[in-house]
């Protein structure tokens, strides 16, 4: 229960296109649904974060949409761009557990 | 702020011989976490503190593995013995929020290598 499932394992994209991440859970106790970002060689660092209440969130390129109902969130790239390569983690937080569980990770490749 | 800073970067061993990894949060933050990467089990939680104290070591795998914090500024994970399984990105991660978890800081990591 306390798992979140990310796909795909990775994802090419061309420059210019939209890169697509999904992750889904299951224990509704989650409420907070980060999304970290992770270069080589580098820890993740936080993206872009919504809480269940809202149905979206926008910055810049990115955008989360989460779907309460399904108990699916995911992470949209739009104009992807070859900085953007990167292994992407999805995350769910339980307040009651303090706990934050990570999905296992996209590798995305954006090709020039 | 020079952010979280691990050391070493990079840690060669041989099996049997004892680890001690090291970390420094970011300067008034109150909660600590062990992070152990793996390409086949991803980004686990090792153990957690929150002003300096153990909350939850749940995901620290065996009793080869302890983790302290003596003080607000400084933690070390050891691994005594050491096992080739072992072998992983371990990280450490700080965050001010008093319920810890919302946004990690995390430091670039240490590569262990246990052969």
């Known amino acids: 229960q306390q798992q979140v499932k990310q796909s795909p394992q990775s994802l090419i994209v061309q420059k210019g296109g939209i890169s697509i991440i999904n992750c889904a859970y299951e224990n509704t106790a989650f409420d907070y649904f980060p999304w970290y970002q992770q270069f080589p060689g580098k820890g993740p660092a936080l993206l872009i974060a919504?809480?269940?209440?809202?149905s979206e969130k926008k910055e810049g390129r990115f955008t989360i949409s989460f779907n309460k109902s399904a108990k699916q969130f995911s992470l949209h790239i739009m104009d992807s761009q070859p900085g953007d390569s990167a292994t992407y983690f999805c995350?769910?937080?339980?307040?009651?557990?303090?706990?934050?569980?990570f999905g296992q990770g996209t590798r995305l490749t954006i090709n020039p | 702020d020079a952010g979280v800073i691990q050391s070493p970067r990079h840690e060669v061993t041989e099996m049997g011989q004892e680890v001690t990894l090291r970390c420094k949060p970011i300067?008034?933050?109150?909660?600590l976490f062990w992070y152990r990467q793996t390409m086949m089990r991803g980004l686990e939680l090792l153990i957690y503190?929150?002003?300096?104290?153990?909350?939850?070591d749940s995901g620290m795998p065996e009793d080869r593995f302890s983790a302290k914090m003596p003080n607000a500024s400084f933690s070390t994970l050891k691994i005594q013995p050491s096992e080739p399984r072992d072998s992983a990105v371990y990280f450490c991660?700080?965050?001010?929020?008093?319920?810890?978890?919302?946004?990690?800081?995390f430091g670039s990591g240490t590569q262990l290598s246990v052969l």
């Open positions: 503190f929150n002003n300096n104290v153990p909350i939850d």
């Open positions: 919504i809480r269940p209440d809202v």
């Open positions: 300067s008034g933050h109150n909660s």
């Open positions: 995350a769910a937080y339980n307040q009651g557990a303090q706990k934050l569980v």
């Open positions: 991660a700080s965050s001010l929020t008093i319920r810890g978890g919302e946004k990690l800081f």
